[in-house]
């Protein structure tokens, strides 16, 4: 599976972007799609987390009420809606596959769960 992130850019904090992630290669409905992002110097942090079959989401804390993730399966993409923007979302963020041989609602939070990763998408929130 290979996986190419877009849509991120440069925002003033409030705004809005859409990142997208287009996988080529067969996601399974046992598999999690997830978004992670990353800045200098820091760990890899999950953002959110999406179900391929069950639909089931989750967020990290700090972008619930503000980040929505969503799946178009015949276009084999994963979405990452980002509203109200604020400078500390600045980072990379990445897009991931968690390959699953059974079903398991729960979405992983751990960038160790995911096997595939795209190449990541910059996201600058100025002040």
């Known amino acids: 599976v290979q996986l190419q992130a877009s849509g991120g850019g440069l925002v003033q904090a409030g705004g809005s972007l859409r990142l997208s992630c287009a996988a080529s290669g067969t996601i399974y409905a046992n598999d999690v799609m997830g978004w992670f992002r990353q800045s200098p110097g820091k760990e890899r942090d999950f953002v959110a987390g999406i179900g391929w079959r069950s639909n089931k989401k989750r967020y990290a804390d700090s972008v619930t009420g503000r980040f929505t993730i969503s799946r178009d399966s015949a276009e084999n993409t994963v979405y990452l809606q980002m509203n109200e923007l604020k400078p500390e979302d600045t980072a990379v963020y990445y897009c991931?596959?968690?390959?699953?041989?059974?079903?398991?609602?729960?979405?992983?939070?751990?960038?160790?769960?995911?096997?595939?990763w795209g190449q990541g998408t910059q996201v600058t929130v100025s002040s």
């Open positions: 991931g596959v968690d390959k699953r041989a059974y079903y398991n609602p729960r979405v992983s939070e751990q960038p160790t769960s995911y096997t595939y």
